[in-house]
Each structure stands twice: as structure tokens, then as C-alpha cells.
């Protein structure tokens, strides 16, 4: 998937360290916790928590410096249910429509894998993001916990 002079491709267990890298500077930006053992543990095996799971998870790469400029997952929450999460941005990747193309590739990579439902959980300080969630038309339901990263949860009907 190209757009402009981005690509997206799956990631490996090659790319931990560039994503941990990313999604940790991307949070500090905001003033939130990277937990390696909570809520980002997921990225300690990408292929076995994404992948081997019906899952995706996808890298935005800049195709003029070959560098990792985006990041987002699927994972699997059971057959009919996955879950938008590591939507993060570096910030001289945001304001060029790039959040949205890859938005779109999440939807459309959900659809592929037959889930009937995307789920997120987001917090108050990602602005940017939970407008673009609200204009592709997710709809914020209760959050199944509130944490030092969560206070908000939405979901979209694929079907």
C-alpha cells in the first residue's frame, strides 16, 4: 500500500526495537507511560502476538530516508473482534493524510481478515487521533478500564 511517499508493509520481530523506539517517543511527546511489560508487552513478540493470531501489524515507512514513521496493529480479541492499537505517528509524519491512509489500511486489512468489529481504547490527549476515529465513523462506547492510557474506548461496525 503506497501513499504519497509512504508505504506501508507488515512488520517482523526484526523491527522490535524501531517500534518500541517510535511508540515510546511518541507517547513520552504526550507525557504518557511506555510499559514493556503492561500495555506495550504485546510488542515483544510482533509475530506470535499479531500475525499467528489472525492479527497485522504494519510499519509506515518514509520511502525517501527508508525510516519507520508510523506504526498500527489488529489484534485478534476472538474470531469476530480486533483491536486498533500502536496507531502512532512520529511527529514530522502527522498533517499529510497519513493517519488516515493508514486508518483506511486498518479497516480494509480488517475486513480481509473477517471481523465483523474494530475495538480501540485511547486517552484524552490524542486529539488528533480520536478525531480521525470519529470521522470514519467510530462510535465511543464505555471503556472496559481507565488507566494512565485509557479513558475513552470506540468501536466500528464492519458489518
Given at each position: 500500500?503506497?501513499?504519497?511517499?509512504?508505504?506501508?508493509?507488515?512488520?517482523?520481530?526484526?523491527?522490535?526495537?524501531?517500534?518500541?523506539?517510535?511508540?515510546?517517543?511518541?507517547?513520552?511527546?504526550?507525557?504518557?507511560?511506555?510499559?514493556?511489560?503492561?500495555?506495550?508487552?504485546?510488542?515483544?513478540?510482533?509475530?506470535?502476538?499479531?500475525?499467528?493470531?489472525?492479527?497485522?501489524?504494519?510499519?509506515?515507512?518514509?520511502?525517501?530516508?527508508?525510516?519507520?514513521?508510523?506504526?498500527?496493529?489488529?489484534?485478534?480479541?476472538?474470531?469476530?473482534?480486533?483491536?486498533?492499537?500502536?496507531?502512532?505517528?512520529?511527529?514530522?509524519?502527522?498533517?499529510?493524510?497519513?493517519?488516515?491512509?493508514?486508518?483506511?489500511?486498518?479497516?480494509?486489512?480488517?475486513?480481509?481478515?473477517?471481523?465483523?468489529?474494530?475495538?480501540?481504547?485511547?486517552?484524552?490527549?490524542?486529539?488528533?487521533?480520536?478525531?480521525?476515529?470519529?470521522?470514519?465513523?467510530?462510535?465511543?462506547?464505555?471503556?472496559s478500564e481507565?488507566?494512565?492510557?485509557?479513558?475513552?474506548?470506540?468501536?466500528?461496525?464492519?458489518l
Amino acid at each position: 500500500m503506497i501513499y504519497k511517499r509512504f508505504t506501508i508493509r507488515p512488520a517482523g520481530n526484526k523491527d522490535i526495537a524501531a517500534i518500541k523506539k517510535l511508540v515510546s517517543e511518541v507517547l513520552q511527546e504526550y507525557h504518557l507511560p511506555f510499559s514493556e511489560t503492561g500495555k506495550d508487552d504485546d510488542l515483544n513478540d510482533i509475530e506470535q502476538n499479531y500475525f499467528k493470531r489472525n492479527g497485522y501489524f504494519g510499519t509506515a515507512i518514509d520511502t525517501s530516508t527508508n525510516e519507520i514513521v508510523g506504526t498500527f496493529g489488529l489484534y485478534a480479541k476472538n474470531k469476530d473482534i480486533c483491536e486498533l492499537r500502536k496507531m502512532y505517528l512520529i511527529k514530522t509524519a502527522r498533517g499529510q493524510g497519513l493517519g488516515r491512509f493508514i486508518l483506511m489500511a486498518a479497516i480494509e486489512l480488517a475486513k480481509e481478515k473477517k471481523y465483523t468489529k474494530i475495538v480501540l481504547e485511547t486517552i484524552t490527549p490524542l486529539k488528533e487521533a480520536i478525531s480521525l476515529y470519529k470521522r470514519y465513523g467510530f462510535k465511543e462506547i464505555p471503556p472496559s478500564e481507565i488507566n494512565e492510557r485509557v479513558d475513552q474506548a470506540f468501536e466500528l461496525q464492519l458489518l
